[in-house]
């Protein structure tokens, strides 16, 4: 928790509990398969839980409606 308190809130996301990403190097999110493709093409878990406030901060950084 110290470590998420001290990244930038609006460049870094959990998206799983032991997870946080930098929004900046995913590729793509499969919100049916609920995982995070990053641009290395490594893949990490989604949680049913962060899945909205993902949708919502890849909104805000890319532009785009994901739809829901």
Same mark, same amino acid.
């Given at each position: 928790?110290?470590?998420?308190?001290?990244?930038?809130?609006?460049? /870094? /996301?959990?998206?799983? !509990? =032991?997870? &946080?990403?930098?929004?900046? $190097? &995913?590729?793509?999110?499969? /919100?049916? $398969?609920?995982?995070?493709?990053?641009? =290395?093409?490594?893949? &990490?878990?989604?949680?049913?839980? $962060?899945?909205?406030?993902? !949708?919502?901060?890849?909104? +805000?950084? !890319?532009? +785009?409606?994901?739809?829901?």
């Amino acid at each position: 928790v110290v470590l998420e308190t001290s990244l930038p809130a609006e460049l /870094f /996301f959990r998206c799983y !509990r =032991s997870y &946080i990403v930098n929004v900046k $190097a &995913i590729d793509y999110v499969d /919100f049916t $398969a609920m995982e995070v493709v990053l641009t =290395s093409g490594d893949s &990490i878990p989604l949680s049913r839980t $962060a899945r909205d406030g993902m !949708r919502e901060k890849l909104e +805000q950084e !890319r532009g +785009q409606n994901l739809g829901t």
